[in-house]
């Protein structure tokens, strides 16, 4: 294998291609990325029996042929290459590389080892990329971060019609938000997905184009899969069995108090009071006519407060978070103002985007928190 490609479009393909290398792969051949030179383009490949990736990038091919190469070494190689072409080359069982006066070598793995990526599955539908990316941070935030639950570090994708539903839950608050996509064909599924998958495709996907949904839930394969596509990467992970909690009846059917507040005022309050908090300390809002009041820690303990201009509809209230989430639950919106739906302090408040004061929220996403006690 001999071949020439450009030094920027190599490092990305190859940051890109290694995020499926496993961290501690078990077999040695995991640890590798597959590199094949055919016809003129360069196909990079990883796998790590969960999720696999594959990248193609132009490449001027003058010898075809594949070899195996270390992941993590190919990575910092590739980002150390000057801005000039690059020259790979099979000689032995060693890969040299030629950058300019820069020269360097690896060690070739068994390429014959290596298993064959997972076939695509069939497309279902595409989603633009920077709406599957938004959806997917706002509602990755909610998933349960250990594995004391495992069915919790997931996200529930419901597809129905042209509507895509997500929610994502770890226990102490819950996220869902409705997109549109276009379903290349009638679609009622619901899939689950790991959260720190499916943030890495929205992540690692953005390019502009349409994002290619694949599917495949045949619950007679042995491998249940879901496949993303867009421009010359895709990605295929495997989806998670078990099913998950009917969480949407958490979302109160009736609200007597609304409260609404300007959602940059309230994330810079937060982030201040809550310096000021231990972890897992309690930050108490209490809303009244025309105010806020924020305040964290207590009795002997640092204590901060501030105040803030709030518009209440209904009684009264005042009811504690976990400062971080409410913190992740802001910067979740994307709205001038955030609005608070109660129906009591020691029940969960729903978290909506809305434009001003008493205007209609965003019911595409919505942000259910759990109260803690104060002073915890």
């Known amino acids: 294998m001999k071949l020439r490609v450009a030094r920027d479009v190599l490092a990305e393909a190859v940051a890109w291609t290694a995020r499926s290398v496993p961290p501690n792969p078990p077999v040695p051949v995991l640890a590798g990325v597959r590199m094949e030179a055919k016809g003129d383009v360069v196909i990079l490949s990883s796998f790590d029996y969960e999720v696999s990736g594959r990248c193609e990038i132009p490449a001027s091919v003058e010898v075809e042929g594949e070899v ?26 060693r890969v040299r590389f030629t950058c300019g006066s820069a020269h360097s070598e690896l060690p070739a793995m068994q390429v ?34 250990d594995d004391t639950l495992p069915l919790l570090t997931n996200v529930c994708m419901e597809f129905s019609g042209n509507k895509l539903t997500m929610l994502a839950t770890d226990r102490y608050r819950l996220a869902m938000r409705e997109v549109e996509w276009n379903p290349a064909k009638p679609l009622d599924a619901v899939v689950l997905l790991k959260a720190r998958t499916l943030a890495d495709v929205a992540k690692s996907l953005v390019s502009g184009a349409p994002i290619e949904i694949a599917l495949n839930d045949d619950d007679a ?5 879901i496949g993303f596509e867009s421009g010359e990467r895709r990605t295929t992970s495997v989806l998670s069995d078990g099913e998950y909690p009917q969480v949407r009846r958490l979302f109160p059917e009736q609200v007597n108090t609304y ?23 309690a930050l108490r809002l209490t809303f009244t006519e025309g105010n806020l009041h924020l305040e964290a820690g207590q009795g002997e303990d640092a204590q901060a407060s501030e105040e803030l ?47 001003e004061p008493g205007a209609e929220p965003d019911p595409s996403f919505r942000y259910l928190l759990m109260p803690i006690r104060f002073g915890v």
């Open 259 to 281: 409260a609404t507040v300007g959602r940059k005022e309230l994330l810079d309050a937060v982030k201040f009071v809550s310096l000021v908090a231990e972890r897992n300390t």
């Open 68 to 93: 195996l190469i270390p992941g993590r070494a190919l990575t910092k190689f590739a980002k150390g290459f000057p801005s000039k072409p690059v020259d790979i080359e099979l000689v032995g069982t």
């Open 112 to 145: 014959d080892d290596y298993p064959a990526l997972p076939s695509m599955p069939a497309q279902v539908g595409t989603i633009d990329s920077d709406v599957l990316s938004k959806a997917v941070a706002q509602v990755s935030i909610a998933a349960a971060r």
């Open 309 to 355: 201009v709030a518009h209440l509809d209904g009684n009264e209230i005042s009811a504690a978070f976990n400062p971080l989430f409410l913190q992740e639950g802001l910067n979740a919106l994307a709205s001038n103002y955030v609005r608070f739906d109660f129906t009591h302090p020691n029940k969960p408040a729903v978290l909506v985007g809305v434009d």
């Open 221 to 225: 394969v042995a491998s249940r899969l």
